[in-house]
Nanobody
Framework: QVQLEESGGGLVQPGGSLRLSCAAS????????AAWHRQAPGKQRELVAI???????SYAASVKGRFTISRENAKNTVSLLMNSLKPEDTAVYYC??????????????????WGQGTQVTVSS
């Protein structure tokens, strides 16, 4: 069974940095595209950054130049490096990964999975 485990959230002062990680496990055959979303209190979930299977990236205008999404296929991980953090970056951050996995019989299936979310708070 595929699982995504996020880590790296926390409290940071404005201007600081955090690195979020998302590790996939459970019969992973390959990771395809992956993304980070965030949801602030009282707001809709929004796409922050996306990385394709080939490594192409795209960012929301609000984080471009400050955040960097990356992936390490050998470890089935996706990361989000967040620099120059602002109070408006405060939110719960979720990874979302398109994965091809194999079951106990070796059959392949494709699905998209969400991480459990990790809180990022930017405050002095």
């Amino acid at each position: 069974q595929v699982q995504l485990e996020e880590s790296g959230g926390g409290l940071v002062q404005p201007g600081g940095s955090l690195r979020l990680s998302c590790a996939a496990s459970g019969g992973i055959f390959s990771m395809r595209s992956a993304a980070w979303h965030r949801q602030a209190p009282g707001k809709q979930r929004e796409l922050v950054a996306i990385i394709t299977a080939g490594g192409s990236t795209s960012y929301a205008a609000s984080v471009k130049g400050r955040f960097t999404i990356s992936r390490e296929n050998a470890k089935n991980t996706v990361s989000l490096l967040m620099n120059s953090l602002k109070p408006e970056d405060t939110a719960v951050y979720y990874c979302y990964v398109d994965i091809v996995s194999s079951d106990a019989d070796g059959a392949l299936k494709e699905g998209a999975y969400w991480g459990q979310g990790t809180q990022v708070t930017v405050s002095s």
